[in-house]
């Protein structure tokens, strides 16, 4: 779980100014050799820049299933899909089909403590559908076990056809 060599951003993502600008950030807050940085190293008035696409997720683990709660829903990120998501579990916002994807997702953020990266469009309202690209980080109270999880969100104008990329409808 060393974030000095196996966490590091996803080639993809290096590309884009914003992911790079959150990624240098969380590196930057790593409590020593081989911790994750937790929450509490986290300072909102550091990135205010980028703020309004964060999203902090909250993890637990109950009755041997992982559970995802959004702690906060940055304001660019209620504008692209015009609701606020804070306090809302994956549960609550993706039909069943369609949450097991999202759900594998964040499992593996927990259980890699490394960045996740997914290109996807969804389906929002009466919108046509929305390209985006997503990055997690994970974060760890006590510098090992991820509680939760850093993500950021880019629209895309543009979603390329590869394996990494779903299409999905929200809110259904």
């Keep these: 779980m060393n974030i000095r060599g196996l966490c590091e951003l996803p080639e993809k993502a290096a590309s884009e ?20 940085p937790g929450r509490q190293h986290v ?21 041997g299933k992982y559970e995802f709660r959004y702690r906060l829903w940055g304001s660019i990120l209620t504008e692209i899909i ?23 997702a964040f499992e593996s953020v927990v259980e890699t403590a490394c960045p996740h990266y997914w290109e996807v469009a969804w389906g929002v309202e009466e919108r046509d559908h929305v390209g985006y690209k997503r990055l997690l980080l994970p974060l760890a109270e006590d510098g090992e ?10 629209e895309a104008d543009k979603v390329p056809s590869s394996s990494n990329v779903h299409l999905y409808r929200i809110f259904e």
């Design 17 to 36: 100014e914003y992911f790079n600008t959150l990624y240098n950030y969380w590196y930057s807050l790593s409590p020593g050799s081989g911790l994750l």
């Design 43 to 63: 300072n909102p008035a550091e990135i205010i820049e980028i703020l309004g696409r964060i999203a902090l997720v909250d993890v637990t683990f109950l009755d």
């Design 145 to 154: 076990n991820v509680n939760m999880i850093l993500g950021m969100i880019i």
């Design 82 to 104: 015009g609701q606020d998501c804070t306090g809302k579990s994956i549960a609550d916002l993706f039909p069943p089909e369609k949450l097991a994807l999202v759900q594998n």
